[in-house]
């Protein structure tokens, strides 16, 4: 469905008209220097930088702004509270609605900030050192981000979610000796069990940890061991805590996400031009007003809640709601109630939850004051259209422009996405380019495909909130992201440019599966199969799922002698839930008694990924398969299931 949807119009006070946008677009690609040195302006700057980008795609060297420097922290904190100290900077709603929640002025962030500071100094962490945080969604998730930049300490966030081997993987590969969590996290019902897990994760070999921070949510029994954890009230002071001065390509954090190869790659971000782009982007693509209600229901484990759920409302000196809780408890109303209770003018969420709730019936929606809604998002995989039908006409009552925001990890912010009143909606497309952002689509040989067509997305220059590398390993860097085609950024992500320069995302056209806008490696969850010592090999592919949008689909060979009973399936799938969390628990288990190969011993995924979608009449060659017959005996094990 291409219909396009006419954008409401435009109230007087739009950060940006239809024309704006043209003129915008066409200055940041003309004289990207002259337009990104006025976007820096939206910072307070310690030095102020002379240039801005300076880079190269081949080999890939990428800074911006690098002879400026900054302190992030004074940029989202204590500049506001010196001019808007009482305006509200986060409002905390609990996981049970039944529980008080709680909110904060920027004074009051302010100072829980400098609590945090000193309380990491006094556990000992200094500039440059990498902090992991694993936390749950609570104001101290931000706080303790926000203290770390105000030190100059990197840190690297792992979503609450993952299991302690994950979380060992994530502390050992960026050598983080200091880790900051919580007695216990809430989801709904559930109670996850934060420190146990960091306890567990800190015996594994090669995991270095001198102190752990403590805080005190729950209440919840946990261990502390003498010498090695510290309760945050214990070592928390409100001594005075200066910013320190960053060089704009100092790096700010580290974030592991999932590729098609080998383990998840630390994803590197530097301080000033993710800065930049994070508030440039904040501004535009949620046309954020003074004093307007923020929600983005992400988690700060992920990159969007990084950059906007933290960074991107507070450099704005907006106010950014901080939700513990899950969009089916107590009920499916929980959103909207929420966007009652808070009077939230704009809402940032994924398709899966969009599908999810859309499935229990409007009433869940229309009981609930909806009435402050201005502006809705969207993030992490393709929506699809009866999905954003139902969000733009019932949540949103057909007056807030939805943006579709395309973007990754490695991109800091939004690329391509919609822009309220600057551009029409299409359901299902992202829209246009964000400013500054030069998109090419080449076909697999590399050879550019102009005009309206279908291809590989690739960027071509350079943009502030770019990645600069993976943490401790350059050549991965360059490997994973500008070789495929050589000289530009590849994305991993199929598209299609129409007739009117609309983007639409087709998905990843890497072994990157995309579960409940999670991104995840098909390699990561096969290395956690064969790791049970019933596996001999697994192949694992993504398949559409009505509410997930992608669903986890392994083909499983066994050892000799192991019967493949139902007791079998359940321990696998409780496996890899516990080598790498709940979110990669396979949807479905295959056991079949070899993998298709061809002579040489390549697994053809193209195969098992048509069979996962009960494709069988395009399969397309299989003569090179060393054997033919083992496609009919998978079609038949698929049928069965
Ligand atoms: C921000 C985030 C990145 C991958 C990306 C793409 C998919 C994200 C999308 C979208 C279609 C959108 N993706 N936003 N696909 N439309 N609006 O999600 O980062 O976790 O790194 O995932 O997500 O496939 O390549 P990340």
Known sequence: MSTIVQHPSPPASANCTPAEYDAHYQRSIDDPDGFWLEQAERLDWMTKPTKAGEW??????ITW????????????????????????????????????????????L??????????????????????????????????AMLACARLGAIHSVVFGGFSPEALAGRIEACESRFVVTADEGLRGTKRVPLKANVDAALEFDGVDVSSVLVIKHTGGAIEMKEGRDHWYADVASDDECPCAEMNAEDPLFILYTSGSTGKPKGVLH???????????????????????????SADIGWVTGHSYVTYGPLINGGTSVIFEGVPNYPDHGRFWEVIAKHQVNIFYTA????????REGDDHVTKHDRSSLRILGTVGEPINPEAWRWYYEVVGESRCPIVDTWWQTETGGHM????????????????????????????NDGNVLEGANEGNLCVTASWPGQARTV??????????????????????????????????????????????GHRMGTAEVESALVLHPA?????????????????????????????????????????VRKEIGPIATPDHLHFTDGLPKTRSGKIMRRILRKIAENDYGSLGDTSTLADPSLVDRLIEGRQNR
């Not at 190269?56 to 060297?61: K, M, N, Q, R, T």
């Not at 100072?111 to 500039?127: C, F, H, P, W, Y």
């Not at 398709?351 to 859309?358: D, E, F, K, N």
Request: charged share 20%; hydrophobic share 35%.
């Open 351 to 358: 398709p899966t939850a969009i599908r999810a709730l859309m």
């Open 535 to 575: 596996v001999a090999e697994a192949a694992v592919v993504g398949y559409p799922h009505d509410i997930k949008g992608q669903g986890i689909y392994c083909y499983v060979t066994t050892m000799e002698g192991v019967d493949e009973t139902d007791e079998l399936y359940a321990e696998l799938r409780a496996h």
């Open 56 to 61: 190269s795609f081949d080999p890939a060297e």
């Open 416 to 443: 391509i996405t919609t822009l309220p009143y600057a551009s029409d909606m299409k359901p299902g497309s992202a829209g246009k380019p964000f400013f500054g952002v030069q998109l090419q689509l080449v076909d």
């Open 471 to 516: 943490y401790g390993d350059h050549d991965r860097f360059i490997e994973a992201y500008f070789s495929t085609f050589k000289g530009k950024y590849f994305t991993g992500d199929g598209c299609r440019l129409d007739g009117d320069g609309f983007y639409w995302i087709t998905g990843r056209v890497d072994d990157v599966i995309n579960v409940s």
């Open 270 to 296: 530097t301080t000033g031009g993710y800065a930049v782009w994070v508030a440039t982007t904040f501004h535009f693509t949620f046309d954020y007003q003074p004093g307007e209600v923020f929600w983005c």
């Open 110 to 143: 302010h100072t829980e900030v400098v609590r945090m500071a000193n309380a990491l100094k006094a556990i000992g962490v200094s500039k440059g050192d990498r902090v992991t945080l694993y936390m749950p969604m609570i104001v101290e998730g931000a706080v």
């Open 65 to 108: 702004y690098a002879d400026g420097s900054l302190n992030l922290c004074h940029n989202a904190v204590d500049r506001h509270f010196e001019t808007r100290g009482d305006q509200t900077a986060f409002i905390f709603e609990p996981d049970d609605p039944a529980t008080p929640g709680r909110s904060l002025t920027y004074r009051e």
